[in-house]
């Protein structure tokens, strides 16, 4: 891999595509959850952390980027970053609370934000660089 790579900026690439492959992780961890007998409220944990961080997140990308909205721009990087405490706050207390049911929905979370993760960054880096 070139380093060339990572010095050319690309446009942003959209969030629906990557937000779709993560949800679906997390609706089709229901059925092995189902099947295995595992804790069904570690799903439901992760499902309803899943669907509120993406709604925090659509929340975010409405306000406008760029150096003529330098406040919208420093809230919506001091809220991306605040979005894995706003998750990790309740997935820490319940597993604290209840073991199985934590470890199970971190698992479900984990898998369904490195799947959105990696989507992105396919999009990001299949992207023709700008000039």
């Keep these: 891999m070139s380093a060339r790579v990572f010095e050319t900026p690309r446009p942003v690439p959209g ?3 990557p937000a779709l492959a993560g949800t679906a992780v997390v609706v089709l961890a229901l059925p092995v959850f189902l099947a295995a007998g595992w804790p069904l409220r570690g799903w439901l944990l992760a499902a309803t952390l899943w669907v ?4 925090f997140a659509l929340l975010l990308a409405r306000l406008p980027l760029g150096t003529g909205n330098l406040a919208a721009a420093g809230m919506r990087g001091i809220g991306t970053s605040s979005r894995a405490l706003l998750i990790g706050i309740p997935l820490v207390a319940v597993t604290i609370a209840d073991e199985g049911v934590g470890l199970a929905a971190a698992i479900v979370y984990a898998l369904a934000f490195s799947i959105e993760l990696a989507v992105s960054l396919v999009e990001y880096f299949g992207q023709e660089a700008r000039a």
Excluded: F, I, K, Q
């Design 15 to 17: 969030r629906l595509v």
């Design 52 to 55: 509120a961080g993406e709604l």
